[in-house]
């Protein structure tokens, strides 16, 4: 009787444990994905035949929640700090990658995207969807910029663009030259609100670094900590007074907001701007089409050095889902999958795969703009700041800039930044 106890509680013992094991191995009935994009014309629309897709194929429903750009980052802040499995896969802003895996609010992915997979993405988003040598967070695409130009503007002033692509590219100097020849004509005093030159970001960490990255200049010491001595070095200090000079010369703008400069361009009021490749959509929505393009310009002496803004909508998964390995799934799926080409045929952003890059580079039907935005994307991105503090240090360096734009002495300005983040990192060295 006992051995047949025995029997029956091994085999007991046995079926549980199998159980167990098949109820964690379970492919999920449904995930959840947390994003941003809210509204019909928007994500929440535009991914819905995707989401479709993947059920097709999986027979896993992926329920999308949608919130506005600024709540998504309040709900990550409160549901996913919090612990709550609710959320299974989270859109990512980029730069804060480094943050929410300090935190331990997504979980490492190179379990799920072997090095030849991680391949395939341009090297910038990489290097933005890692921290401390860990892969975190793969693209859903990328983003790069353009210089652009109102060409009535230059035409009234008797300004012919000379051959500008990538493989020849205008040097600052030159842009400034021509900048300056059309406010000659149509704002000799330089008082009447038209401008020269002008960056879309104007005062933004995103775009505005590129200057100081294109002197040589980096956004942060490769601990993602130390900014003593990086951003206060020869090269930002170059960059802020190459800077303040167009400013203080009436070539670039003062207190104009990002909000506004499109319009300035799109107005007659902005000869040149440096822009990211959804200009001609803004454009189309103001009504403008006599615009150009042109690559990002390089300074000379450092030509080589030529740094683009860059970075965009990564995937990170919830390190308290349950359901780790279907959110991989899924991410693959949206990265590198059938579900990255429906989302880049829908929404038409910079894609952060090489294959569609190159696709994009040798289409002779493709848009200019298009053409020198691949090969920005795949060659002269520079990330943002790659640090646990990138809010503190955003909020920073965005009012650095606005100070220095509006008249502050650049290496006072440029130290004091320095103070304020040495302050503000010292929590993460903990």
């Not at 793969?138 to 210089?147: A, I």
């Amino acid at each position: 009787m006992k051995k047949y106890l025995s029997l029956v509680l091994a085999l007991m013992m046995v079926l549980g444990v199998t159980a167990v094991a098949g109820a964690e191995s379970a492919q999920p009935q449904k995930i959840v994905w947390l994003s941003q994009g809210v509204g019909d014309n928007a994500w929440e629309g535009q991914t819905k035949p995707i989401l479709e897709k993947y059920k097709e194929l999986t027979g896993i429903e992926v329920v999308g929640e949608f919130y506005s750009f600024d709540d998504l980052f309040d709900i990550i802040e409160v549901k996913i700090a919090s612990g709550s499995a609710d959320y299974d896969v989270i859109s990512v802003d980029v730069p804060m990658v480094a943050a929410y895996a300090t935190r331990g609010y997504i979980a490492p992915m190179d379990q799920y995207f072997t090095a030849e997979e991680k391949a395939q993405f341009i090297d910038s988003a990489v290097t933005a969807g890692s921290w401390q040598g860990t892969f975190y967070a793969p693209p859903m695409n990328t983003s790069t910029q353009c210089l652009w130009y109102n060409k009535a503007l230059l035409a009234e002033a008797g300004v012919t663009m000379p051959d500008s692509s990538v493989e020849s590219r205008l040097t600052w100097d030159q842009v400034v030259e021509m900048a300056n020849q059309v406010l000659d004509k149509v704002n000799p005093d330089r008082n009447n609100g038209i401008f020269g030159l002008d960056w879309q970001q104007v005062s933004r960490v995103y775009q505005m670094n590129a200057i100081a990255n294109s002197m040589g200049g980096k956004n942060i010491g490769d601990d993602g900590l130390t900014v003593d001595g990086v951003v206060n070095d020869e090269a930002w200090v170059n960059a802020l007074t190459w800077y303040q000079g167009l400013v203080q010369s009436g070539v670039a703008s003062q207190g104009i907001t990002a909000d506004e400069m499109s319009n300035y361009l799109a107005s007659g009021k902005l000869a040149f701007m440096v822009g990211g490749t959804w200009t001609p959509a803004t454009m189309d929505g103001l009504g403008f089409a006599d615009y150009g393009f042109c690559a990002m310009p390089t300074f000379e002496g450092y030509e080589d050095k030529v740094g683009t803004p860059t970075g965009s909508w990564h995937f990170g998964i919830n390190n308290a889902s349950a359901n780790k390995d279907a959110a991989a799934d899924f991410i693959k799926f949206m990265t590198l999958g059938e579900g990255s080409d429906m989302w880049l045929d829908i929404n038409h952003d910079v894609p952060a795969r090489k294959d569609k890059i190159d696709a994009i580079i040798a289409d002779e039907s493709a848009a200019g703009y298009l053409k020198i935005g691949a090969y920005e994307a795949a060659n002269t991105s520079v990330p943002r700041a790659l640090t646990p503090g990138f809010s503190e240090y955003s909020t920073v360096m965005n009012a650095m800039w606005e100070d220095v734009r509006n008249g502050a002495d650049v290496k006072s300005s440029l130290d004091s930044a320095v103070q304020q983040l040495n302050s503000a990192m010292e929590k993460y060295k903990q």
